[in-house]
C-alpha cells in the first residue's frame, strides 16, 4: 500500500499529522490534545497501539502540548525530536514559559537537525528550519520500497535552497502558508509580534508558500498534492491563502489541477487521507 498521509489538526492552535504504510505508522507533532489525537486516528482507519513513534518539529505548545499524553495513549510510543528541541522544552520552551516537555528518557530519540534515521519502512529526513526555537526541523518521509515520500515544512520565517533541495522529489509536499501580509501589518497584533513573524525566524506567508512551490518545481517538475498549513486564523482564511497561492503559481504556467493539486488543512477538521 503506498505511503498515506493526513492533517488530523494544522493551524497555530495546534498541530498534529498522520505519515503511514501498511507497516509503520508515524506522528508527526502533538499540539492538540492526545484525546483528539486518538480520535483523528481511528477516523483514519489507525490502531493508536500501532503507532511506532511521534516525531516533533520544535518546542513551541501547539506542537508539543499532548505529546507525553498522546505516547502514552499509543503503548508508550518513541518520541523523536531534535537534541536542542528536548533541551528547550525541558527549560519550558524559548521564552521559558511553555509546557514542559516530560518524556522519560527511555522513550526519548534524540538527533541533529540534518540527521537521517529509519523507523519500519520509512526512512526519515529531518530538514534544519528558520524558527526562533532551539533546533527546529521539518521532514522528508520516503517509503523504503518505493512507494511515494512526503515532505512537512512548517514553522519557518524563510525557505532556503537546503529545503528546496530536501523536499523537492516530494509526492506530498506540505508547506506553510501562515499570513496574508496585508492583513497581518494592518491587524491588530502588537507590533513586536507582527515583526517577529515576519522576520527570519517566523512563519512563511502566502507569497513565500508560493515561491516555496515553484523552487521545488523549479528542480523537481512533477504531479504532486500541494498541501497548505499553519494557518494564521486571526491573519489568513484557507480561501484568501489557496487563491494567492494558486493565482501565483499561475503567472509561472503552473496550474492546479493541470500539473498538481492544491489544497488547504484546517485547523478544525481533519484532512483527508491522502495517498501515493
Do not use: W
Not at 520500497?145 to 532556503?160: H, M, N, R
Amino acid at each position: 500500500m503506498p505511503l498515506r498521509f493526513c492533517s488530523i489538526a494544522s493551524g497555530s492552535s495546534g498541530n498534529c499529522y498522520l505519515v503511514r504504510t501498511d507497516e509503520t505508522v508515524v506522528v508527526v507533532d502533538a499540539g492538540v490534545s492526545a484525546s483528539r489525537i486518538v480520535d483523528g486516528l481511528i477516523r483514519a482507519y489507525t490502531d493508536p497501539d500501532e503507532v511506532n513513534a511521534i516525531l516533533i518539529t520544535h518546542e513551541h505548545s501547539d506542537h508539543i502540548s499532548g505529546a507525553r499524553a498522546a505516547s502514552n495513549r499509543m503503548g508508550g510510543a518513541s518520541v523523536f525530536a531534535s537534541h536542542g528541541t528536548f533541551e528547550g522544552a525541558a527549560m519550558g520552551g524559548a521564552s521559558g514559559r511553555g509546557p514542559r516537555f516530560l518524556i522519560s528518557e527511555e522513550r526519548k530519540e534524540g538527533f541533529a537537525p540534518g540527521d537521517r534515521f529509519t523507523i519500519g519502512d520509512i526512512d526519515v529526513a529531518s530538514v534544519p528550519l528558520s524558527h526562533d526555537t532551539d533546533a527546529p526541523v521539518g521532514y522528508v518521509f520516503t517509503s523504503v520500497k518505493g512507494e511515494g515520500s512526503a515532505s512537512i515544512i512548517t514553522d519557518t520565517g524563510v525557505f532556503t535552497d537546503g529545503m528546496a533541495s530536501a523536499t523537492a522529489d516530494a509526492d506530498i509536499f506540505v508547506i506553510e502558508a501562515n499570513h496574508d501580509v496585508g492583513m497581518l501589518v494592518r491587524g491588530g497584533y502588537p507590533d513586536f509580534l507582527k515583526q517577529r513573524i515576519l522576520s527570519d525566524e517566523g512563519h512563511l506567508s502566502n507569497e513565500a508558500a508560493a515561491d516555496a512551490v515553484l523552487r521545488v518545481t523549479a528542480l523537481e517538475r512533477k504531479a504532486r498534492c500541494v498541501l497548505l498549513a499553519h494557518l494564521s486564523s486571526e491573519n489568513n482564511t484557507p480561501e484568501r491563502a489557496e487563491r494567492t497561492v494558486k493565482r501565483l503559481l499561475a503567472e509561472d504556467d503552473y496550474y492546479s489541477g493541470r500539473d498538481l493539486y492544491v489544497g488547504v488543512l484546517r485547523r478544525d477538521r481533519m484532512s483527508m487521507v491522502f495517498e501515493i
